[in-house]
């Protein structure tokens, strides 16, 4: 029953490759969030959704399309990988648009992407 | 442009000290501050949680304060115990209401 999941949890693959990784909660949120944590550990959000409108699109490469089909699911499809997309991916989520709660977020045990 | 510094980066202590991490941002107009709790391998924990408007919040042996005149807030734990080992990560929700983190703090409480 774990609260935020992300499948799947380790990823290799070839660059070029297109591959998605998937997030669910079952927290009854509103809002859900895509985060990359790169090598040195910084973590940066890359996109935010609420009710499955697109609220925040950082300056990410637009190989990268998130996709929300209900509130409970926000998934990451990266197309044509490149040796620089290798990270720990976080979904993560919030009872609804910061501003309205506290803000505070429950984050998953992230997916980490290998591109070799 | 908000950016978040956590001191020190790494920290090594025997088990049963009192300890402060310290977290520094550059754009006092904030929403809240949050600590986590990394460990390897696993997703982020929340710890704590300081509205803009609080001073300080208190769980357990962990006290985080905020003081968002000067930027800086600190997380304070008390009789640190090897469970306790793990990275910590301060990060703000700026007024666009993104999290901006830190690098983290890396503790590692010896038996």
């Known amino acids: 029953d774990t609260a935020v999941s992300q499948t799947p949890k380790y990823l290799v693959t070839q660059m070029g490759n297109d591959k998605s990784i998937k997030c669910e909660q079952n927290?009854?949120?509103?809002?859900m969030y895509w985060y990359k944590q790169d090598s040195k550990k910084f973590l940066k959000i890359m996109f935010s959704?609420?009710?499955?409108?697109?609220?925040i699109n950082e300056t990410v490469p637009n190989r990268f399309s998130p996709k929300s089909p209900d509130k409970a699911h926000l998934n990451l499809h990266i197309n044509s990988l490149e040796l620089g997309d290798s990270a720990v991916y976080f979904c993560?989520?919030?009872?609804?648009?910061?501003?309205?709660?506290?803000?505070?977020?429950?984050f998953g045990e992230g997916s980490r992407l290998t591109v070799l | 442009k908000q950016e978040v510094t956590q001191i020190p980066a790494a920290l090594s202590v025997p088990e049963g000290e009192n300890l402060v991490l310290n977290c520094s941002f550059t754009?006092?107009?904030?929403?809240?501050l949050q600590w986590f709790r990394q460990d390897p391998g696993k997703g982020l924990t929340s710890l704590l949680l300081?509205?803009?408007?609080?001073r300080e919040q208190t769980s357990g042996r962990l006290n985080a304060s905020l003081d968002k005149s000067s930027g800086r807030s600190t997380l304070y734990i008390a009789a640190s115990q090897p469970g306790d080992s793990a990275t910590y990560l301060c990060?703000?929700?700026?007024?666009?209401?993104?999290?901006?983190f830190g690098s983290g703090t890396r503790l590692l409480v010896r038996p």
């Open positions: 300081i509205q803009s408007s609080q």
């Open positions: 993560a989520s919030s009872p609804t648009l910061p501003g309205l709660n506290t803000g505070e977020l429950f």
């Open positions: 927290l009854g949120h509103d809002t």
């Open positions: 959704y609420n009710n499955k409108e697109l609220i």
């Open positions: 754009d006092s107009a904030i929403y809240n």
């Open positions: 990060a703000v929700m700026d007024s666009s209401y993104k999290l901006i």
